[in-house]
């Protein structure tokens, strides 16, 4: 196993640790749920970040996969035939069939082309659960709750299981994208990215890696829908509105979409402002505009882009000092 | 040195990411027996519909100032902690755990619309607290006996009462002056759509030479009708029944008045008796007919004048239909709380709650009951009026009958298989 990848491996295993250490040292029930909305929306923009800033692709109908993954797995459960991992998966490969269908269109076009198609999309997706009433609840959402039977003795019933079952999820869903995102995969992708013509000469079928791209962050974003609608025991027509895309592109604007975990701390960022000046405020479109604009006017990047970049400025100013610093030891030996 | 100053120490990062966690974690206030009970209220307070949420947090406000006022109940006053859920369901459920779990609510007033009062109504079957819907009309939230919460009761009208009701009433006058070709135009969505259907079921079974010869459905929140209102112009029915409301109805009923459609149409609105609704009307046309929103004329008792009086100088505008019904929520809360001197135990309010009948200024005649087999109201006001162009907007209320209502109820429960 290569380096790198037994490093990732170690970082998440710490990571996990936190997550499941947090809850027993800080007990109030708020936490964890503010922290099961981070991971859920967290894994939305990060797999949004697969497409934009990985390949250079901005969808603007990415929520459509998120709303899927929870509509799939919400009717799953609710027909009570399915365990809970089998509706997993089952929502999971149909959410990954809607995107290769809809991805077979969309990677045709580039730029703002794609975004429109990509959002075109969406908006049918949410033209079908808001008028297939009888299936999806419409406007109302899916009633009547989502049924969590025990599977394997974990009982997500449980509070308490269910924010350890998603913080699992997280973290295994993150590794799987960080492999892709270090993969030959990957820089392929980011090749695609900044010269798709290049790539093209050199052989690479830009098509197949965008739509394998397309495919696997769909099916990302449909796990975040599954970990939100088994939170919220619902799945909502708002899901696949074009608002919540939206709400992703946010999320990875202010978190900085160069660094690899920059979405989820754009999602952290964005829920806890979000969950304070909610508090405080019923104007708190304004303020959550006034800070977004501070942050991108006055950092010009996200947040983590802008912490790598400043690191990186640090090291190369420290290494000029040390390079000027040595001819002069030598000068006075 | 220069160098020490500028850098940010990791023992300062970390220092720094414990303090922020500790913040997040830090429950705002303290348990169960505080002298105040909290009652949370996740409502929608900005957007297009924020009127839904003033207007119910006021009359929560004003009624929790008065039980307080008179000395609160065993010892204990009641607060009102709202939260705006921006009008998305998954927010509703985050908000709806989160006035639980950290700002220890102990009882719910869930003052959001229909989708939202779903989401929470699953966050109550999870986390039992005594929880009032209070502007959810969707009959399904009751009627559905696969929804029943034990903890969790409606405090609204309800969309098939007012659908019997309506059926009744223009059936009566479509008989009367031999209205049969009917047109619809109702907003593009669930409630539009299921509001319309039922309201038409009622109204030809009680005059079967009702026909619609035509329906139209303008999106939600859509700016010009000029398109729909051609159409009806073009269709010349006799009579029309629209479920279009709040904003919608406001745009539609001012763009109507310059084709002059109301005066060759018998015009059916379940909305428009909503006071801030009619009052936002420059024009508002004389002689349409129009369901109960709220009106301080009806129930004729003088505690519904004060309310109407006292509301509008807190709120600047006159009671919405939410107001009273978030009112008289409060009343039920502060009965069963007064029987279980002030304990909040979900299970000891519920069984209070259920089947309790309120006597209060909004009841057609002593009370309102709580029916304990659905967890919903009835005996609330249900007649149907006609428009004036002046304070109070809506003039001749006419009742409908409840023991009909509850009869239809009954047949329609059973044809949907909820009971």
Redesign the interface.
Known sequence: MRRESLRDLFIAAVALAVLLV?PVL?P????R??LV?VIAYGLLAMSLNLLVGLTGLVSFGHAAYFASGAYSFGLLMQSGHFSVPMAMLCALAGTALLALVIGAICVRLKEIYFSFITLAFQMFIHSII?TW?DVT?????L???IPRPAFLGIDL?Q?GTLYAFCAVVFIVCLLIMRQVWQSPFGYTLRMIRDNPARANFLGVNVLRMKLGIFVLAGTMASMAGIL?AL????A????AFWTMSGEAIFMIMLGGMQVFLGPVIGAFLLQ?LN?YV??YT????LVLGLVILAIVLGLRRGVADYARDWLAARRTTREAAALEAKPAKKAVS | MSENRGAIGRRMLLGGAAAGTAMLAMPHVAGAQAKVIRVGMPTTLSGRIAILGTSSRTAIRYAFSRINEAGGIGGRTLEVVDRDTKGRPDEAAKITRDLINNDGCEILIDAESSAGSFAVHEVVRDIPVLCLHTNSETSSLTADPKMLVKHAFRCARQGVHDAVAGGVYASAISKERGLKRWMTCSPDYAFGRDNTAEFLIFAKKFDPGIEVVDQIWPRLFAPDYTENITKILQVKPQAMYSALWGGDLVSFVEQANLYRLFGNLTFFSSSLGDPPVASAIKQLPQGIHTAYRYNRNYPAKPANVAFADDFTKLAKHEPTNWAWQNYVACEFIAEALRRTNGRTDPTALSNEISGMELKTAFAVDEAITMRASDHTIIGYPVPWGITIPAAPYVKDFVPVDWAQILEMEQEWKKDKGFA
């Not at chain 1, 109030?28 to 936490?31: D, E, K, R, S, V």
């Not at chain 1, 939170?231 to 619902?234: I, K, P």
């Open positions: 947090l800080f109030q029930p708020a936490l749920d503010f909305y808001l009433v609840g419409g406007d109302q959402g009633r009547g709750g019933s509070a939100m939170f919220v025991s619902g909502y027509a708002e899901f806890t969950h909610t508090i019923e104007h708190h479109g």
